[in-house]
């Protein structure tokens, strides 16, 4: 039986058995989360990638925004990766009509920022919060931050090509944002400094 926190992953759609398998793989314990009772049991709650606008369509309709927008808002410390990221920004662009996001970090993201699914691509991070070697990031159709506010601390950028010194990685006190999905690969670093957060909380 595990002694580390127990973190949900919001299970609505997306990338969920893999990042469940890496916070396990650390020593967490983990729940899949689709109602306003399970956000209660948990310590922290990860935001997976997969695509934002059904995200939010199927939170309103499990009657799941009120109560991630309460806990978040009240200090539960919570990490999104790509289209997480997006439900975590206080402001959105290039948003579907009328799309909400959860809130909780002063930034803003752009949606698709690196174009369709065509655009994906792989790439070589910078992440110092994490130390070396530089993180293998993969964006699928990821956003990327626009602005940040004064009380978010920015994590990593694009080092090169059309995108270069792009932010892609935030934290804002408890709450922690990539554009990229390491629940896609083998390197779990992202994923243990997401838990040192939850265990700071």
């Known amino acids: 039986m595990s002694n580390g926190p127990t973190v949900g992953v919001l299970a609505l759609q997306g990338d969920v058995r893999e990042h469940r398998r890496i916070l396990e793989s650390l020593g967490a314990r983990t729940i899949a989360v689709r109602t306003a009772d399970e956000l209660d049991r948990i310590d922290g709650l990860v935001i997976p990638g997969g695509e934002s606008t ?21 200090g539960l410390p919570a990490y999104g990766s790509c289209a997480g990221m997006i439900m975590l920004a206080e402001h959105l662009e290039d948003g579907a009509a009328g799309q909400e996001t959860v809130g909780g970090m002063d930034v803003t993201v752009r949606r698709n920022a690196f174009g369709r699914q065509l655009d994906s691509f792989e790439a ?9 070697p530089p993180l293998h990031a993969v964006f699928i159709r990821a956003p990327w931050v626009e602005r940040v506010g ?52």
């Open 54 to 74: 059904t995200m939010w369509r199927l939170a309103r309709s499990f009657e799941l925004l009120k109560p991630l927008r309460k806990h978040i808002h009240a």
């Open 150 to 201: 004064e009380q978010v601390e920015v994590l990593a950028r694009v080092a090169t090509g059309p995108a270069a010194g792009r932010i892609v990685a935030v934290r804002a006190g408890g709450l922690l944002a990539t554009a990229f999905h390491p629940e896609l690969t083998a390197d779990a670093r992202v994923h243990g400094h997401f838990l040192e957060i939850v265990k700071e909380a």
């Open 124 to 132: 070589p991070l910078d992440f110092p919060v994490i130390g070396q």
